[in-house]
């Protein structure tokens, strides 16, 4: 297991962007998949965006493509989401979680279950 912390949610209006920072304790850091879930208010946590163990390969879900990116620095232990051109529908509370993927089958139906590690969320608010 990792322990993991999530930062740099906040208020921002439609269009703007946001990096939120995961930092990931321990040496085992470069060792796990790491992806990012968003919940909104009732709805299901939605699965957004991953990079594998060494960073040569990453997944967005199709309504994020071209305005996220997912990376890692394992020098920092931390991964991010940079988020550009923000739309009210991106408004949920958004969870860092680390684990070790099938890659052959990352995809939409990627579940919670999948991984083993979670934040605690960082809160996401886009106005319109």
């Known amino acids: 297991q990792v322990q993991l912390v999530e930062s740099g949610g906040g208020l921002v209006q439609a269009g703007g962007s946001l990096r939120l920072s995961c930092a990931a304790s321990?040496?085992?850091?470069?060792?796990?998949?790491m992806g990012w879930f968003r919940q909104a208010p009732g709805k299901e946590r939605e699965f957004v965006a991953a990079?594998?163990?060494?960073?040569?390969?990453?997944y967005y879900t199709d309504s994020v493509k071209g305005r996220f990116t997912i990376s890692r620095d394992y020098a920092k232990t931390t991964v991010y989401l940079r988020m550009n051109s923000l739309k009210p529908e991106d408004t949920a509370i958004y969870y860092c979680?680390?684990?070790?993927?099938?890659?052959?089958?990352?995809?939409?139906?990627?579940?919670?279950?999948?991984?083993?590690?979670w934040g605690q969320g960082t809160q996401v608010t886009v106005s319109s």
């Open positions: 979680a680390a684990g070790r993927l099938i890659w052959r089958t990352v995809g939409a139906g990627t579940k919670t279950s999948d991984f083993g590690s």
């Open positions: 321990g040496r085992t850091f470069s060792t796990y998949d």
């Open positions: 990079i594998n163990w060494s960073g040569g390969s990453t």
